[in-house]
């Protein structure tokens, strides 16, 4: 092996082990991405290990298998984010607004107050609730309410809605 990969292949081995580790780390773990930082000096660590010891040739060669190695790791990543595991997570949030949520400012009214409607999204503790079959952007007093929960105006001032 040494006069293959230099006298350096072990701990070329083990970086690059490392490397791999922390870049699958850096898929499951949250933070300011250190890990995946310090899993890609590793591979660049090896390359650079490989180029000063071994053969050029098998340092370009290794070098390539480990850069088709973290592009797939990329891909793999980005598929989940989209549709995998981590799209299932609670850590990603997948509510959206399909349609125009609030009716101009100026069309509110103290009309609203005492009237009841459904939560149309979570209300945490604002969201969008459905007031006499129009969209109102509404917010509680601090309180959670779950979307499709029954919800009464409490008070309008201006552009806000306070509900129950």
């Known amino acids: 092996m040494a006069t293959v990969f230099g006298a350096l292949w072990l701990p ?28 890609v000096l590793c591979l660049i660590a090896v390359s650079v290990i490989l180029f000063l010891t071994a053969k050029p040739a098998v340092a370009v060669i290794v070098t390539a298998v480990l850069g088709v190695i973290l592009i797939a ?3 793999v990543f980005m598929r989940s984010l989209k549709q995998g595991l981590l799209f299932r997570s609670p850590i990603v949030l997948k509510d959206r607004i399909e349609s125009e949520a609030v009716p101009s400012p100026g069309a509110l009214t103290e009309e609203l107050v005492g009237k009841t409607g459904t939560a149309l999204t979570p209300l945490r503790p604002s969201g969008i609730a459905l007031i006499d079959g129009k969209r109102y952007s509404v917010e509680t007093q601090a309180t959670f309410v779950e979307k499709g929960s029954e919800i009464t105006v409490l ?10």
């Open 12 to 39: 070329c081995l083990i970086l690059s082990i490392l490397g791999i580790a922390f870049l699958i780390g850096e898929l499951f773990l949250p933070g300011f991405g250190v890990t995946g930082i310090c899993g």
């Open 73 to 75: 790791m990329v891909i």
């Open 155 to 164: 008070s309008v001032d201006g552009p806000r809605i306070t509900v129950k």
